[in-house]
């Protein structure tokens, strides 16, 4: 009974911050990879960044640079820290979880757990 809570969304203007947090629960494998997912109205949910249970970390292109993605110590805790903010991000954005391997580590099926999203408004 794996279970996703996200927290850290909001309404901001463009250039600001937010920083997202999702807390694992009821999971009995620690060697998962995580990665926060968005969705905006009209468009096919996409992925914004995966942390590896080694620590290695991916992103997609248009995040770079601004979106960090991060673990607490416990391995329990994912972050993403999101600087510069763009209208353009406005989304529901998603924690997903899924133990290794994973072949396509950006596409929303192939992960098997999920929160049930945060809210990101930003304002122009």
């Known amino acids: 009974q794996v279970q996703l809570v996200e927290s850290g969304g909001g309404s901001v203007q463009a250039g600001g911050s937010l920083r997202l947090s999702c807390v694992v629960s009821g999971y009995t494998y620690s060697h998962y990879w995580m990665g926060w997912f968005r969705q905006a109205p009209g468009k096919e949910r996409e992925g914004v960044a995966v942390i590896y249970s080694y620590g290695g970390t991916s992103y997609a292109d248009y995040v770079k640079g601004r979106f960090t993605i991060y673990q607490a110590n416990d391995k329990y805790t994912v972050y993403l820290q999101m600087n510069s903010l763009k209208p353009e991000d406005t989304a529901m954005y998603y924690c997903?979880?899924?133990?290794?391997?994973?072949?396509?580590?950006?596409?929303?099926?192939?992960?098997?757990?999920w929160g049930q999203g945060t809210q990101v408004t930003v304002s122009s």
């Open positions: 997903a979880a899924q133990t290794p391997p994973i072949r396509a580590i950006m596409t929303p099926t192939s992960y098997n757990y």
